[in-house]
């Protein structure tokens, strides 16, 4: 009786998955997530502006005749807030993806071990 060697393959199966690899991948994938989530909420929690931190030239009202303000902080919230909801958006992403890897190395572990299972099963037959 011979024995395919389960190192080869075989053909159109060019690759090995290393489920803990994934799982590396994953875990370090779910640190980034946190980390960006802790950047939106904790670290850009208090960075913005006033109405009149920037005094009456930040903002957008009318000066004098013919002078309006710039509006500086209204517009430096509006990107803070984008910020924030982009920042957000990226980490429930990076959350999925890492979720997805996790679940994919789940896979692969189940495989292996039914196919441990197998060889175990085979090789008490042939004892």
Do not use: W
């Not at 939106?40 to 502006?49: E, P, Q, R, T």
């Not at 509006?78 to 958006?89: G, M, W």
């Amino acid at each position: 009786m011979s024995f395919p060697d389960p190192f080869d393959p075989g053909p159109g199966q060019g690759y090995h998955v290393y489920p803990e690899k994934l799982r590396a991948a994953a875990d370090t994938i779910a640190e980034a997530a946190e980390l960006l989530q802790n950047f939106a909420i904790v670290d850009l929690a208090n960075v913005a502006l006033g109405p009149y931190d920037l005094g009456l030239p930040g903002t957008a009202t009318n000066l004098m005749p013919g002078l309006n303000g710039l509006g500086t902080v209204d517009r430096y919230n509006a990107a803070i807030d984008t910020i924030q909801r982009i920042t957000a958006e990226n980490s429930t992403q990076l959350a999925v993806l890492s979720a997805a890897l996790g679940k994919a190395a789940n896979h692969y572990e189940q495989l292996d071990q039914e196919a441990y299972d197998r060889m175990k099963k085979l090789e008490g037959e042939i004892k």
